[in-house]
């Protein structure tokens, strides 16, 4: 009989997180997924149950220390031990450096890594006195370079980036596997669809990045061997340019 496990999901959205949580609930995980609005969870639990796995909905702000370790110890204590941990929340903006405001700037920094750091501290304290588990956070193209109106978030992703690093280097050698899978290129989603008709075009010819893939990959992370464990990987269209 196989132990209960849960995967935490930050920043489970109607793509590449819900893609994620419901790719770990075919194997039997529950998925625990967070969005700050609960309601808008409804449907992703309702599919995943629906495909005979088991899911629940938390509203929480990533952002609120309290909230993340009060999140950790309720899915600990009353559902399952998290087995994984994906951080998921983008934080995407565009404004010309004049136009960032320090409140823009702040709340980009919080979204993108601060979170992350949140939920990466309180994923490691639950996973070491276990000896494994698997923490991802999702990169991004901003992850490896800016570009004009992206400091922001671009600050944001390489200081995600460099946590993903630091805590890599401390917790591999406890079990634990830190990764950072860069997503480079634009992703199947409505906001695409809606603002970059032309890229989404390029849909028929794989041209974007299907979620279910990106979810395919996270699951092979974090299937991999200790002794052939990736930490960055980058997964882009094949006509992406790079």
């Known amino acids: 009989m196989i132990d209960k496990r849960a995967i935490l999901v930050i920043g489970a959205g109607d793509a ?3 893609a994620i949580a419901r790719r770990f609930a075919r194997e ?16 992703l639990v309702n599919q995943i149950a629906a495909e005979g796995g088991q899911a629940h909905g938390f509203g929480s702000d990533a952002r609120k220390e309290e909230e993340m370790v009060a999140l950790v110890e309720r899915i600990e204590r009353d559902i399952a031990p998290i087995e994984v941990a994906v951080f998921n929340i983008g934080a995407n903006v565009r404004f010309g ?16 890594c601060f979170g992350g ?14 000896g494994r588990g698997t923490i991802i956070f999702t990169g991004a193209t901003a992850s490896l370079r800016g570009r004009e109106g992206f400091a922001a978030f671009a600050g944001a992703k390489h200081a995600l980036r460099a946590l993903a690093q630091s805590m890599a280097r401390e917790l591999w050698p406890k079990g634990i596997h830190v990764a950072h899978p860069v ?3 634009a992703i199947d989603t409505e906001f695409i669809r809606s603002n970059f008709p032309e890229r989404y075009a390029l849909k028929d010819l794989q041209g ?7 979810a395919e990959a ?8 200790r002794d052939a464990w990736t930490h960055e990987t980058e997964l882009r269209p094949w006509m992406e340019s790079w």
């Open 28 to 43: 039997g995980y529950i998925a625990c997924v967070t969005r700050r609005s609960a309601e808008k969870l409804e449907p």
């Open 117 to 130: 750091f949140l939920m990466g501290r309180e994923a490691a304290r639950v996973m070491l006195p276990r």
């Open 183 to 185: 997503i480079d290129g």
């Open 97 to 112: 450096i004049t136009e960032t405001t320090a409140r823009v700037y702040q709340k980009v920094w919080e979204m993108a």
């Open 218 to 225: 996270y699951w092979q992370i974090h299937q991999q061997p």
């Open 16 to 18: 590449t997180g819900g």
């Open 208 to 214: 974007i990045l299907n979620p279910d893939s990106i």
